[in-house]
């Protein structure tokens, strides 16, 4: 039954991953038919008479009547609908509300119906298409996955509609397919303790020595998956063994009686797994997996700093973005593994761009997605079934080429996500291609890492901040900052221009282990999903890592400029 469902569900990926090929070719037909549609369904919307939808006829017009629109705009339509109004921004019921990570602000909350999640499953289900196209001319296979993802909702409205991640309202709606993807029961995923959770979907997962895939919402994530697989390898062992579920694991009482009654000794594969730990001396996926095929997780932003241990853990397995999507829509569906960029999503939204000459304008002019030029930057705004209209996400895109005549785009960071001293608007874009960079040369691995500004200083120095990944340490700081200021000037030239004669000199804070560990942490006591955490790798809190153990800080002797760092 598996193995048809499986069968069945790669048929309906490969039909939904060819006429995503086929409007490649016809990109702003597909995307003038996606409006004039989206204008017909919501017309009669409170925000689509106030608006004067019925009366928009072509593309133009919909441009030059409507304003780009920022979230702030929407905050009040969507309270009303939390608070049970009808036909508001949607003419189609609400039965869920995406809730943002709020990783730089506020969280944000879009409501979702049932032909809003219509037109995100094209995205999705294309790139599964892409994905196993793209395994088969490996010679792997597409199969079984490990997800980690809670399950639990966040809340219930005044109005009665429930809300929280995107992952966690996804997963609910797909329960009826969960056992035929994922190799545990669907029940795990409502364990609230992260660790328990984890650790009872790698012990499920384990049991099956033909799992193909990891999937999860960011890298980092994936990174923790492999760390408690590597860290609890024996007393997993153990309870494959057992035919147990450890009784430290702490576990609400009324699901463990559920997986107890779905668990069982495996003997066999416990040996098998014993095996291999006495040899290498760890469990990774790669080793636990024989046939472990692939990787799914965001690519574009940070992704490539933690992309840099994944050979760690997976050797060579290939990765895939899957697709780039929010909460607030899906918008680029990634056509092959270890790349980069990805197709605009031209089923799920009607989309713009807003080009740097324009991002500080109150009512910015965009351009077209036939329009837009490779290596430049963009905000992108999208309209879509969500309600929202011509709405300014704050996500700079880069166009990286174009499948047929549809741009290939990537995630470079968010509008917000940006660290100034004075006026040098340094990304994280930036500064994880520094520390890439810096990795390579000092050969040293970081656990993560968050560029932050002093405290008490103006104009402020940067304090670069860094945890050591376990096994290394660093034998010169000191010429470690001062390749830091070397490659941030090249990175980001502005920072080069303020360093001449405005902002001091940078410090180097190397920062005790589980530093990071615990900023995750207080971000979950804070409110946010674990499966949504994102550590920002620059902050303007300038107490965003108060209160860490700091090993060592290290000062620049000299006052040198990065420019004349060699």
């Not at 030059?64 to 949607?90: F, H, Q, T």
């Amino acid at each position: 039954m598996t193995n048809l469902a499986l069968s069945l569900l790669s048929t309906y990926a490969g039909y939904a991953k060819q006429r995503l090929v086929r409007k490649t070719h016809h990109l702003m037909e597909t995307q003038e038919k996606f409006l004039q549609d989206f204008i017909r369904h919501h017309q009669h919307t409170e925000l689509g008479q106030s608006s004067a939808l019925s009366e928009i006829k072509t593309l133009d017009q919909f441009r030059d009547r409507i304003p780009v629109r920022p979230y702030s705009y929407y905050e009040p339509y969507v309270a009303r609908i939390a608070a049970g109004e009808k036909n508001i921004l949607n003419p189609d019921a609400v039965d869920y509300i995406n809730l943002t990570s709020g990783s730089t602000g506020v969280n944000k909350k879009v409501p979702v119906t049932r032909q809003y999640q219509s037109s995100l499953r094209r995205a999705e289900l294309a790139s599964m298409g892409f994905g196993i196209e793209a395994l088969r001319q490996r010679n792997l296979k597409f199969g079984k996955s490990l997800v980690t993802n809670s399950i639990k909702i966040q809340g219930v409205t005044s109005g009665g509609i429930e809300y929280g991640s995107v992952s966690a309202g996804n997963l609910r709606k797909a329960r009826v397919m969960f056992g035929q993807v994922f190799d545990f029961p669907f029940e795990a995923l409502y364990i609230s303790n992260s660790l328990a959770r984890h650790y009872v979907c790698l012990l499920f997962a384990l049991r099956n020595p033909n799992l193909r895939g990891m999937i999860a919402n960011f890298p980092m994530l994936i990174l923790r998956t492999c760390g408690y697989l590597e860290r609890y390898a024996e007393d997993l062992i153990a309870d494959l063994e057992k035919g147990a579920i450890a009784s430290w694991v702490p576990i609400e009482p009324e699901i463990r009686a559920v997986l107890e009654r779905r668990w069982e000794p495996a003997s066999t594969r416990a040996a098998q797994l014993r095996a291999i730990l006495n040899v290498e001396g760890r469990l990774t996926p790669k080793s636990a997996w024989p046939k472990f095929s692939y990787v799914t997780t965001a690519r574009g932003g940070t992704s490539n700093f933690y992309f840099e241990r994944f050979p760690d853990y997976f050797g060579d397995i290939p990765v895939s973005g899957g697709i780039y999507g929010t909460a607030e829509g899906n918008f680029s569906v990634y056509p092959d593994f270890d790349t980069d960029g990805g197709i605009l999503a031209i089923e799920c939204g009607f989309f713009e761009f807003i080009p740097p000459d324009q991002w500080d304008e109150e009512y910015p002019k965009t351009i077209l997605p036939a329009d837009v030029n490779v290596g430049e930057r963009y905000r992108i705004v999208v309209t879509s079934y969500s309600g929202f209209c011509r709405y300014d996400i704050g996500d700079v895109v880069e166009v990286l080429g174009f499948y047929n005549g549809t741009p290939l785009i990537v995630f470079r960071h968010r509008r917000g996500g940006l660290l100034s001293s004075t006026t040098e608007k340094t990304t994280e874009f930036h500064v994880t291609q520094v520390m890439q960079q810096l990795q390579k040369e000092f050969s040293v691995k970081l656990d993560d890492f968050c560029i932050t500004l002093s405290e008490a200083e103006f104009p402020s120095p940067y304090l670069v901040n860094i945890e050591l990944a376990p096994g290394h340490d660093l034998s010169h700081p000191e010429d470690f900052l001062k390749r830091f200021e070397y490659w941030m000037g090249t990175f980001n030239q502005p920072y080069a221009t303020v360093r001449q004669d405005q902002v001091p000199p940078p410090r180097l804070r190397i920062l005790g282990s589980g530093s990071f560990a615990l900023v995750r942490q207080r971000q979950v006591e804070r409110g946010a999903p674990d499966s949504q955490l994102k550590i920002p790798h620059v902050s303007e809190d300038r107490y965003f890592l108060q209160d860490l153990v700091i090993l060592q800080e290290v000062k620049l002797e000299t006052q040198q400029p990065p420019q004349l760092i060699y």
